[in-house]
């Protein structure tokens, strides 16, 4: 996906509000490329890294759907903006790696 300005600037939004439904977790550091979204966040051990992805791809999936109409003729198989896979370190901050 090529994020554009308004979905860019969406999105920084969508992220924050799912802050507020998860406040033990933190956002150290949102960076949004045009092909793709690096966050930098501290969670507690408590939650799978799993499902802390699956929770941001699939809010932000659903509100950028809704507020970008054009978005689900190009993503068109209905499984979402997202792709399936991830990255994640656990120590350290690395932009080369990512």
Do not use: C
Request: charged share 30%; glycine share 8%; no cysteine.
């Amino acid at each position: 996906m090529i994020l554009v300005t308004g979905i860019k600037s969406y999105l920084k939004i969508k992220l924050q509000e799912i802050g507020k439904y998860y406040p033990d977790w933190e956002y150290v550091e949102i960076g949004i490329k045009k092909d793709y979204v690096h966050l930098y966040m501290v969670i507690p051990p408590k939650y799978a890294v799993s499902k802390v992805v699956e929770t941001i791809k699939k809010n932000t999936s659903r509100s950028l759907s809704r507020k970008f109409a054009f978005l689900k003729k190009v993503y068109w198989d209905k499984k979402g903006i997202w792709g399936k896979g991830y990255f994640v370190s656990m120590v350290g901050k690395n932009e080369e790696v990512i």
